[in-house]
């Protein structure tokens, strides 16, 4: 049995199979190329979004490959049903011909398609509303971080300027802050923070002290593990891991809750009370973090000692006595100081960096996450960096 079903004038055979069923002819997608210069775009069958479509590949590229047609037009005399999946195709390769400077004659698509793309072309996307991919080489990239390195250094050399200043207004009593935060600051950046760094720094203690049994016992002398475990923590190890510690945990803490205050628009209202944002915010936080980190990075050295003092009591023939002569022995008061300073520089970093990228957040909770994530990226760098450097300069000083 054969039924013919009519789309304003255009006829489509529906056959029903064996079992009742519809069986819509299948879509098709052909072009015929004219004598006259002109692309006819041949359209037939079912066009409908719960079928297979052909593809428009063959056709989108005819119209770029030269030379190119003249004119581009439709033949849709054998068209049967169809839905958006129709207008959909129509309007890709109507943009297709726009963009390579082809006029579309579209006469033979029927009246309520036209109707369709003339509504779809009436309104045209603003210019840049569209993400256009592009892949830049190497070089253009390595270009592109250096830039946005060289703006991260910048911005944060300013916002360095700004808390110098706020720093100066606390030392003379004009900043305006709440002394309650300032201890709150001081217990979540010391107290609170206690327990993880002494773990941390114990866990890393017994790390170096095995790694310098199995390296020092073989040749007799085993004892200098504890030489090599306490100027590693005190020196090094202590102060570059409770720093890193605390970029991750206190730094990226001070972007989102500075991130929060700028999308609630309460960075805005400090600013409308004639209150510096800067001094109210920053300054605290810095000045607490900067504090309590050299005393974190002390309790995290002796943690790293007491660590290697275990690993080295099991594994040598050596006593608590023994052990403990040849710590005091090794470090000495310049390695002391030197790690001591090294966690003041890597606190104000610290702070300095996760209050950073909370006063450049953004407005939305998207823009908190971004913020808190960069905060701790860059805490670490600038640990990384100005470890190095006090590194380089300790050496030269013979510290």
């Known amino acids: 049995m054969r039924i013919l079903q009519g789309t304003e004038g255009a006829a489509a055979d529906v056959e029903l199979e064996?079992?009742?069923?519809?069986?819509?002819p299948a879509p098709a997608l052909t072009i015929h190329p004219c004598e006259?210069?002109?692309?006819?775009?041949?359209?037939?069958?079912?066009?409908?979004?719960?079928?297979?479509?052909?593809?428009?590949?063959?056709?989108?590229?005819r119209l770029v490959e030269a030379p190119k047609p003249k004119v581009v037009s439709f033949d849709t005399g054998g068209l049967g049903r169809w839905d958006t999946a129709l207008v959909a195709m129509l309007t890709?390769?109507?943009?297709?011909?726009?963009?390579?400077g082809i006029p579309v004659d579209q006469d033979g698509l029927p009246e309520s398609v036209r109707s369709l793309l003339a509504l779809a072309f009436a309104v045209r996307a603003p210019e840049g509303s569209q993400r256009i991919r592009t892949r830049s080489g190497v070089i253009e990239r390595i270009g592109q971080g250096a830039l946005e390195v060289a703006d991260a250094s910048v911005t944060l050399l300013t916002f360095t300027g700004e808390v110098a200043l706020s720093l100066g207004r606390l030392l003379r009593g004009r900043a305006t802050y709440l002394r309650s935060h300032f201890f709150q600051y001081v217990q979540e950046a010391g107290a609170e923070a206690l327990p993880i760094a002494c773990l941390i720094t114990f866990l890393i203690g017994m790390i170096f002290a095995f790694v310098g049994v199995m390296q020092l016992a073989p040749f007799g002398v085993g004892i200098y593990t504890a030489d090599l475990v306490a100027i590693a923590m005190v020196r090094e190890m202590s102060p570059i891991m409770t720093a890193i510690l605390m970029a991750g945990r206190t730094g990226a803490a001070y972007a989102a809750e500075i991130g929060t205050m700028k999308v609630n628009e309460e960075v805005d209202a400090l600013t409308t009370l004639g209150l510096d944002p800067v001094d109210f915010l920053v300054t605290p936080r810095?000045?607490?973090?900067?504090?309590?980190?050299?005393?974190?990075?002390?309790?995290?050295?002796?943690?790293?000692?007491?660590?290697?003092?275990?690993?080295?009591?099991?594994?040598?023939?050596?006593?608590?006595?023994?052990?403990?002569?040849?710590?005091?022995?090794?470090?000495?008061l310049r390695h002391l100081w030197g790690g001591l300073m090294k966690s003041l520089v890597f606190g104000g970093l610290v702070a300095m960096a996760g209050c950073q990228q909370g006063m450049a957040c953004g407005g939305s909770a998207l823009a908190v996450g971004q913020a808190t994530t960069r905060a701790v990226v860059a805490g670490?760098?600038?640990?990384?960096v100005s470890a190095s450097l006090l590194t380089v300069i300790y050496i030269n000083l013979g510290i």
């Open 380 to 384: 670490i760098v600038l640990i990384v």
């Open 92 to 100: 890709t390769i109507r943009r297709q011909a726009e963009s390579a």
């Open 286 to 332: 810095v000045v607490a973090l900067t504090l309590m980190l050299p005393l974190l990075s002390l309790y995290g050295s002796v943690m790293g000692i007491l660590g290697g003092m275990l690993v080295g009591l099991s594994m040598l023939d050596v006593n608590v006595t023994q052990y403990t002569q040849q710590t005091l022995e090794a470090v000495e």
């Open 18 to 24: 064996g079992n009742g069923t519809l069986s819509a």
């Open 36 to 61: 006259d210069g002109r692309l006819a775009v041949i359209v037939s069958g079912d066009w409908l979004l719960c079928s297979p479509l052909p593809s428009t590949g063959e056709v989108l590229a």
